[in-house]
Nanobody, 114 residues
Framework: QVQLVESGGGLVQPGGSLRLSCAASGTGSINVMAWYRQTPGKEREFIAQVTNSGSTNYADSVKGRFTISRDNAKNTLFLQMNSLKPEDTAVYSC?????????WGQGTQVTVSS
């Protein structure tokens, strides 16, 4: 059973930083891991993805501020978020594509507010 567990969310002031983590269990090497976010009343938004070879892709809204990375040995995904803005407030969820199947974590809340 594949499980994804996020951590690292919280309250931060505008301009601050947070680092999210997503620990995957019950899997071997995961093809693609990604971060998405969602706010109430809006569709889920793609943030960034990284393949098992290290290739990355970012949404324009976070490019230059967020960095996605992964530790393949530990099957852990990270999202370093810098220069946070109030509009980055959302529930951030981890995604994994493994053997053609999609898996999601439960999400972690990030609130950017003064």
């Amino acid at each position: 059973q594949v499980q994804l567990v996020e951590s690292g969310g919280g309250l931060v002031q505008p301009g601050g930083s947070l680092r999210l983590s997503c620990a995957a269990s019950g899997t071997g090497s995961i093809n693609v891991m990604a971060w998405y976010r969602q706010t109430p009343g809006k569709e889920r938004e793609f943030i960034a993805q990284v393949t098992n070879s290290g290739s990355t892709n970012y949404a324009d809204s976070v490019k230059g501020r967020f960095t996605i990375s992964r530790d393949n040995a530990k099957n852990t995904l990270f999202l370093q978020m810098n220069s946070l803005k109030p509009e980055d407030t959302a529930v951030y969820s981890c995604y994994a594509l493994y053997w053609g199947n999609s898996y999601w974590g439960q999400g972690t809340q990030v609130t950017v507010s003064s």
